[in-house]
């Protein structure tokens, strides 16, 4: 069993910066990959980020490529995303997955199985 806590959401102004971090704590776990997810209002949740616990491979949605970074920190069991150059249509909870091996894409929600409690992120216009 993984449990997920998330830190480092709030408000901010279009154009500012936010970094979110992710500790992944349990017994004896194993991990395959982690990754964001964010669900507005009203939305299904969607893909953000997601890197490769080993390698470190990155994967990011169109919509945030070139604004946002997913970094690791393997020791730690914890990971990053910096957004920057945030915009309003950033708005909504972010949520932090963990998988312990890879069956299918680690950019869809059946990728996973352990998620965060989430955490609020709004831009200000």
């Known amino acids: 069993q993984v449990q997920l806590v998330e830190s480092g959401g709030g408000l901010v102004q279009a154009g500012g910066s936010l970094r979110l971090s992710c500790a992944a704590s349990?017994?004896?776990?194993?991990?395959?990959?982690m990754g964001w997810f964010r669900q507005a209002p009203g939305k299904d949740r969607e893909f953000v980020a997601a890197?490769?616990?080993?390698?470190?491979?990155?994967y990011y949605a169109d919509s945030v490529r070139g604004r946002f970074t997913i970094s690791r920190e393997t020791a730690k069991y914890t990971v990053y995303l910096q957004m920057n150059s945030l915009k309003p249509e950033d708005t909504a909870v972010y949520y932090c997955?963990?998988?312990?091996?890879?069956?299918?894409?680690?950019?869809?929600?059946?990728?996973?199985?352990?998620w965060g409690q989430g955490t609020q992120v709004t831009v200000s216009s």
């Open positions: 349990g017994r004896s776990f194993w991990l395959y990959a």
């Open positions: 890197i490769r616990w080993s390698g470190g491979s990155t």
């Open positions: 997955a963990a998988v312990n091996r890879g069956t299918v894409g680690v950019d869809v929600r059946e990728g996973y199985n352990y």
